[in-house]
């Protein structure tokens, strides 16, 4: 038996077969030789993906032309030209013919020569065709892959995944019913695949660093995403130890998740607001189960990364009605697309961003993209028409940000009243604190907002310089420094000196180690993944919140994170000695 030992990523104990998933991950360009009779075969593939290819290119144009910019849409068309070009095609082909050898190496080969060639021109405009090359090549060998690729969609057997790396639209695309667990060498808490892991309840340990070379298909293995441990291959005592784990932790839960329904107040008679994260729209019957009284944070861009649906207003419609009709009138936040960082959109942005976090993320994107956003604001403002619907923009890093994006959101309401699609008129358009230029200025922002949301995993990711995705930094992605402590404590002070209440729907908002902090320094809403619900709120309900202030005030003291959490230890000891 071996131990590995991760980042509790998503609670919960497994046990099960291992599959190992790495084309994916490490996607080399297969260099085959052929015989003449295999020719005709791979010629046929070859002219099969460019055209599949060229499909996908006039999709995508055609939407351009609808709803993005001129720029954007010449784009397109210029990459389907090239794709649908003869000359290009009739290259490949004679080098595929020639040399006897598979369509994806004659693709790859072609595609090489003429970047080198244009890359190594005097004319700039010459020089700019090279990056066109590589993404119309690029489709095709996607395509051509493709062919031969297994997809996590395609899993028919119930398997505990190990995967180097995972993106997000994978952990969206794969089948979850047969994924009993997630093992993961890179990634960290905050990461978005592990957020969807724990939206999905499939226990996770990521940031293992070697387990792709420690595990391999078919060992049996204990996922313990509530320690960060995973078993190879464990003896029969081991096993039937954490057979017994597994039947206490679910005692455990069942017992809380029959007191979900109680409301979260405090010993000292004080009611907080509990919500539920979602990420798709079946995730609000779920919110629903685990007692969440609305939806705090939709992350709309999920329904955007979904590669099997286009994502045009019809289609966001829909999605939205169906969690505010779910929701029956409770309140649900639907923030405007997040792309950019680790959920690139394929069709607008490239992996081959410098700093993604610091780049073209969130509302930057939808405010370069006014008819795609405009798109997005309709149908949201139609959905309003449901239920209690309030709007709110990521990555607000200042108030020519927000004023910009209230714009646009006036002119889509003038669209709606054109069409005669009705709205609710008096919808709510709030801003998340996640950078912090916007904490420091949240005295001007919070004059043009109804509220604030406080998104704590990327609050500290630019506060604290940590990459929340990168398992080699993890360590320094401490919730609790006093940075961050101080931070919070004036984006809420601020924003109850304006009168607008704050929420938090960072991950910080559904750790029960931090619940007594959050109440003592006055969050008014808490946002989480719909499990965490009711571990948090069986800690508000057992606190008094006259002793959480006490113990923010001392908190805000703290030089350091360490002395924070043994602070809040120590008070978690008095306060809930059975936890
Ligand atoms: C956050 O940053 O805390 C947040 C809620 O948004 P996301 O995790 O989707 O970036
Ligand atoms: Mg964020």
Known sequence: MKKLTGIPASSGIVFGRAFLYLEDNFPEIPRNTIGKDQVGGERRRLLGAIEEAARELKALN?????????????????????????????????????DLINAEWAVRKISDDLIRKLAASTDSYLR???????????RILTKLLSITKFSLADLEEDVILVVHDLLPSEA????????LGLVMDMGSRTSHTAILARAFEIPAVLGLSTATREIKTGDLLVVNGADGVVLINPDEKNLFQYEQAIHQYHAMFDGLLAQTALP????????????????????????????????????SEFLFLNPEEVADEETQFRAYSQVVKTMEGRPVTIRTLDVGG????????SADEKNPLLGWRAIRFCL???????????????????GNVAIMFPMISGIEELEQALDILEEAKGECRRRGQAYAPDIK?????????????????AEKSDFFSIGTNDLIQYTLAVDRGNERVSYLAQPTHPAVLRLLKGIIDTAHEKGIPVAMCGELAGDTAATALLLGLGLDEFSMTAASIPLVKRIIRGAALENCRALTEEALQCSSYHQVSALVEAWMN???PDD
Do not use: W
């Open 429 to 445: 358009a709030g801003t998340m604190i996640e950078i912090p230029s916007a904490a420091m200025t949240a005295d001007i922002l």
């Open 574 to 576: 008095r306060f809930f």
């Open 368 to 386: 370069s993209l006014p008819e795609l956003f405009k798109t997005q604001l309709r149908a949201i403002l139609r959905a309003s028409v449901y």
């Open 172 to 179: 969206l695309a794969m089948n979850k019913e047969r994924v």
């Open 264 to 299: 979260a107040e405090t010993t000292d008679g004080c009611r907080f607001r509990i919500k539920a994260n979602i990420e798709t729209p079946g995730e609000s019957e779920q919110a629903r189960r685990f007692g969440a009284e609305g939806i705090g944070l939709y992350r």
């Open 62 to 98: 055609d939407r351009a032309v609808r709803e993005m910019s001129k720029e954007q849409a010449a784009i397109f068309e210029t990459h389907l030209m090239m794709m649908e070009d003869d000359d290009f095609t009739d290259q490949i082909l004679k080098r595929l013919e020639t």
């Open 342 to 349: 680790d959920k690139l959109l394929p069709e607008f942005q």
């Open 128 to 138: 700019e065709r090279a990056a066109d090359i590589s993404d119309v090549s690029g």
